[in-house]
C-alpha cells in the first residue's frame, strides 16, 4: 500500500487490510502512489486473479532485449493479435497522463490559473499605489535636480527588490505547505518545480515593474513646485 493511505488509515507494515471479502497482510509501502482520485495498490497477480474470479489481465509489462527495438517489437505484437494493444514506456506514460488529465487536472489547472492571476492582480495594485505614495520624495529628487530616468531607475530598483523579497517569502510559505498538506489531506501535495518558479518569477517582475513605472510616468510629469506648495 502507499504510505499516504496507511498513514490516513492508521495503518502500518504486518497489519491486515480486507479487499473484496478477502484478508491480505501488508508487507511493503511505496511513496508517490496516491492523488486526489485513488491510490495504486499491489498485490500477487495469483490472488489478484483469485478475487476476481478468472485469469483475466489488464496488462503485462515486457522487458525488451538490448538487441531489439523496442518500436519494432510493439508493431510485430500488435500485427501479430488485433485484440492487443503494445505501447512503449514513452506511448503508455502519455497515455495514462492522459487518463488522470482527464479527470482531474484541467480542473486544477484552472483553479491554479486563476490563483495566480489573482496574485498578479494585487501584486501589481499594491506597486502602482505603493509608488503613488511616495510623489513626494519623488518630487523632492526632481527639485534638487533629478532626472526623469533616475527616478524611474529608482522605481524600478524598489520594485524588483521588493517582488524579490516577497518571491522568496512565497517560496518559504509553498515549500512549508508542501510539507505539511500531505500530512493533513493524504494524496494532496505541492511541489516546486524549477519551471513554474522561474515562470512566476518572470511574470511578477514584468507585471510587477510595468505596474510602479505607470505611476512613475506620471510623477514624472510632476511640478516639483505642486510638492511644496502641498
Known amino acids: 500500500l502507499d504510505e499516504a493511505i496507511t498513514r490516513s488509515q492508521n495503518l502500518k507494515l504486518g497489519d491486515e487490510v480486507e479487499i473484496l471479502g478477502?484478508?491480505?497482510?501488508?508487507?511493503?509501502?511505496?511513496?508517490?502512489?496516491t492523488n486526489?482520485?485513488?491510490?495504486?495498490?499491489?498485490?500477487?497477480?495469483?490472488?489478484?486473479?483469485?478475487?476476481?474470479?478468472?485469469?483475466?489481465?489488464?496488462?503485462?509489462?515486457?522487458?525488451?532485449?538490448?538487441?531489439?527495438?523496442v518500436n519494432e517489437v510493439?508493431?510485430?505484437?500488435?500485427?501479430?493479435?488485433?485484440?492487443?494493444?503494445?505501447?512503449?514506456t514513452a506511448e503508455f506514460s502519455r497515455e495514462e497522463r492522459q487518463i488522470i488529465k482527464d479527470m482531474s487536472v484541467e480542473i486544477l489547472?484552472?483553479?491554479?490559473?486563476?490563483?495566480?492571476?489573482?496574485?498578479?492582480?494585487?501584486m501589481a495594485l499594491t506597486l502602482y499605489t505603493g509608488t503613488l505614495r511616495k510623489w513626494q520624495e519623488y518630487g523632492v529628487l526632481k527639485a534638487v535636480g533629478a532626472k526623469n530616468k533616475?527616478?524611474?531607475?529608482?522605481?524600478?530598483?524598489?520594485?524588483?527588490?521588493?517582488?524579490?523579497?516577497?518571491?522568496?517569502?512565497?517560496?518559504v510559505l509553498v515549500w512549508l505547505l508542501g510539507q505539511i498538506v500531505p500530512l493533513i489531506v493524504p494524496g494532496m501535495g505541492l511541489a516546486l518545480t524549477q519551471t513554474g518558479v522561474t515562470?512566476?518569477?518572470?511574470?511578477?517582475?514584468?507585471?510587477?515593474?510595468?505596474?510602479?513605472?505607470?505611476?512613475?510616468?506620471?510623477?514624472?510629469k510632476?511640478?516639483?513646485?505642486?510638492?511644496?506648495?502641498?
Not at 22 to 33: A, D, E, K, W
Not at 41 to 60: K, P, T, W
Not at 81 to 86: E, Q
Not at 116 to 121: R, T
Request: charged share 10%; net charge negative; no cysteine.
Open 36 to 69: 486526489i482520485v485513488n491510490s495504486i495498490s499491489f498485490i500477487h497477480i495469483e490472488d489478484f486473479q483469485a478475487l476476481r474470479g478468472g485469469e483475466a489481465v489488464s496488462y503485462a509489462l515486457l522487458d525488451v532485449a538490448a538487441d531489439k527495438n
Open 222 to 230: 510632476l511640478d516639483p513646485a505642486q510638492v511644496f506648495r502641498g
Open 109 to 122: 489547472n484552472i483553479m491554479n490559473l486563476s490563483g495566480f492571476l489573482i496574485g498578479l492582480a494585487v
Open 150 to 171: 533616475h527616478l524611474y531607475t529608482v522605481v524600478t530598483a524598489q520594485a524588483v527588490m521588493s517582488l524579490l523579497g516577497g518571491f522568496v517569502v512565497a517560496i
Open 74 to 88: 510493439a508493431a510485430e505484437i500488435n500485427g501479430r493479435n488485433d485484440h492487443v494493444l503494445a505501447l512503449t
Open 199 to 220: 515562470r512566476v518569477l518572470a511574470a511578477s517582475v514584468i507585471i510587477g515593474v510595468v505596474s510602479a513605472l505607470l505611476p512613475a510616468w506620471q510623477l514624472a
Open 22 to 33: 478477502q484478508t491480505f497482510t501488508i508487507v511493503g509501502l511505496t511513496r508517490g502512489l
